[in-house]
């Protein structure tokens, strides 16, 4: 089971996703299904740490807080760019020492932080576990290390650690 | 008939929102990049139309075709879906190789406490 299907999950949700994207038959049913389960064995191949969720509860909490943070930094960043050239706005670079180690984890705040306007991920050392994140707003700084502190990784170790 | 006009006023107002809404923050991020002076700056600006710009659009994509066609019209979500795993990786590409580029050059946009990079441990 395990040789067939290294990753179900991958595998399941591209089945539905080729459903989504084509017209339901059966003919296509199996068509994606195959094409899964080969694409299922080609991600293994590249051995990637296989997520561990240990608890779901609180992926919708992660999901809601993550949207409640893009609407606000969108509104934010729309404002700094309106007014550029105006206003005293600097950006920064911000160095935050992490916590998790997890590959997922880190994958997850890449995306989080990326999907939020007004941060993107520079660098992370793995060595000394440092994330440099470029700032648009310096004057923001302190309040994303707080975000990122103290409540997106605590979330993110719940759910992987 | 045009098919537009069998979409009910209570769909076509918030499909007008969200549309105006998508594209209007996809128009200040697209002016913010071309404004913007520096490299590192100019990361931020597309994020505009990668999160709510693309958001936006594809909601309303979504609502006004599952109007029209009386059933759930979802595959826009999978766009969504592409490119909010994608753009990590795009940007950190280009951030990454900012980074290094300025590092090898010793430029003062970057503070001082970033232009080395600790050595990664060797290889055996």
Redo the contacts between chains.
């Keep these: 089971m395990t040789r067939l299907i290294p990753h179900p999950v991958l595998s399941l949700s591209m089945v539905m996703l080729w459903l989504m994207l084509t017209r339901f038959s059966l003919g296509y049913l199996i068509l994606g299904t195959a094409l899964s389960l080969v694409a299922g064995r080609a991600y293994s191949a590249l051995h990637p740490a296989k997520p561990r969720v240990r608890r779901w509860r609180v992926i919708p909490r992660l999901a809601a807080t993550l949207f409640r943070d893009i609407v606000q930094s969108n509104i934010n960043v729309a404002r700094l760019l309106l007014t550029e050239g105006r206003g005293t706005r600097r950006s920064a670079f911000v160095q935050i020492p992490l916590k998790i180690t997890d590959e997922n984890a880190l994958a997850l705040l890449a995306i989080i932080l990326t999907a939020t306007p007004g941060t993107a991920w520079l660098e992370y050392v793995v060595e000394t576990g440092t994330l440099t994140l470029h700032v648009f707003d310096a004057a923001q700084a302190d309040h994303y290390r707080d975000v990122i502190g103290k409540i997106y990784e605590p979330m993110l170790m719940e759910i992987f650690e | 008939m045009n098919p537009l006009q069998a979409v009910p006023l209570a769909v076509a107002i918030p499909v007008a929102i969200l549309v105006v809404l998508g594209s209007t923050?996809t128009l200040?991020?697209a002016?913010?990049f071309a404004?913007?002076s520096?490299f590192?700056?100019r990361?931020?600006?597309p994020?505009?139309a990668?999160?709510?710009g693309t958001g936006g659009i594809i909601i309303a994509s979504a609502l006004m075709f599952s109007a029209i066609e009386g059933r759930a019209v979802?595959?826009e979500f999978?766009i969504g879906l592409c490119i909010?795993?994608t753009?990590?990786v795009t940007?950190?590409m280009l951030?990454?190789a900012s980074?290094h580029r300025d590092r090898a050059e010793g430029s003062a946009d970057?503070?001082e406490?970033?232009r080395i990079?600790?050595d990664?441990?060797a290889l055996d």
């Design positions: 923050l200040i991020g002016l913010g404004r913007l520096s590192y700056d990361l931020h600006a994020t505009l990668t999160s709510w979802i595959h999978v909010i795993v753009t990590p940007l950190m951030a990454r980074l970057l503070p406490a970033m990079r600790p990664p441990p």
